[in-house]
């Protein structure tokens, strides 16, 4: 499953499935936040592994 990423002029946000631990790693090298893990249900049970970047840290890594 690919990582859904979502950008705003202050931060940015991915939400990427719990069993995908390459991507997982390619956010946190971008120097993203986990911020927890997301339940949810559409027929069966997901979860979602959340994470966040604002743009004062992304700048400052740069």
Do not use: C
């Amino acid at each position: 499953m690919a990582a859904h990423v979502r950008q705003a002029n202050t931060s940015a946000a991915g939400k990427i499935a719990v069993e995908n631990i390459a991507e997982q790693r390619a956010l946190e090298k971008l120097d993203f936040s986990r911020e927890g893990v997301a339940q949810w249900r559409a027929g069966q049970w997901h979860e979602q592994v959340l994470y966040s970047l604002l743009r004062p840290e992304w700048e400052a890594a740069r």
